[in-house]
């Protein structure tokens, strides 16, 4: 069946950085878009990036943008956000999904099938 599992979450100062992964099983990576989605108490949950898994292009929200960036390692099928300058804006849970699609990144981030599958979330916390 199909799992996704994200770690790397944690508390971390203004500025600072972090690397989430995703790894995932019961489907092959390379054959299906994927991206970082995140939900901040009281908010809409918001497509971070996501990557396709053509052409390796990628999405990301302009909130993000120029400081985040999304990477896919298929061999180990697994997939990473670095994160960098992280803001308090960016604290969320945040969360990995596909819904075994071949799409553009940017048709998963806006709209992901509400059949697709999720990770149980990693809570980034940034605080001073």
């Known amino acids: 069946q199909v799992q996704l599992v994200e770690s790397g979450g944690g508390l971390v100062q203004p500025g600072g950085s972090l690397r989430l992964s995703c790894a995932a099983s019961?489907?092959?990576?390379?054959?299906?878009?994927i991206g970082w989605f995140r939900q901040a108490p009281g908010k809409e949950r918001e497509g971070v990036s996501c990557?396709?898994?053509?052409?390796?292009?990628?999405y990301y929200a302009d909130s993000v943008k120029g400081r985040f960036t999304i990477s896919r390692d298929n061999a180990k099928n697994t997939v990473y956000l670095q994160m960098n300058s992280l803001k308090p804006e960016d604290t969320a849970v945040y969360y990995c999904a596909t819904d075994l699609r071949e799409l553009p990144p940017y048709g998963l981030c806006a709209g992901i099938r509400p059949a697709g599958y999720w990770g149980q979330g990693t809570q980034v916390t940034v605080s001073s």
């Open positions: 019961g489907f092959t990576l390379d054959y299906y878009a």
């Open positions: 990557i396709s898994s053509s052409d390796g292009s990628t």
